[in-house]
């Protein structure tokens, strides 16, 4: 998925407002919890899953090259949704 300014900016702007972060990734494979991390450089995303089970998948760093869809919840109930426009 390509990392747009949109996106970068969301992350960036103000991290305290975000509620949870949803990545989905091919083959139905699904990250969701809160912000852990962000770093605009390197750009990296990192969240935190506490009801996920294996601990090993708690801490999930977004892989943009291989995510399809990313989600970002706030608090204020807004979600905005980013994903790669597929051309034919």
């Known amino acids: 998925m390509k990392i747009t300014n949109d996106l970068k900016n969301e992350l960036l702007q103000n991290p305290k407002t975000i509620e949870s972060v949803t990545v989905l990734y091919k083959k139905k494979k699904k990250y969701e919890g809160e912000l852990?991390?962000?770093?605009?450089?390197p750009f990296e995303v990192k969240?935190?899953?506490?009801?996920?089970q294996d601990e090993d998948e708690m801490e999930h760093f977004i892989d943009f090259e291989k995510a399809m869809e990313i989600s970002v919840a706030h608090f204020d109930?807004?979600?905005?949704?980013?994903?790669d426009v597929e051309l034919d």
């Open 36 to 41: 852990a991390f962000v770093s605009e450089v």
């Open 47 to 52: 969240i935190f899953d506490k009801d996920n």
């Open 77 to 83: 109930g807004t979600i905005s949704v980013f994903k």
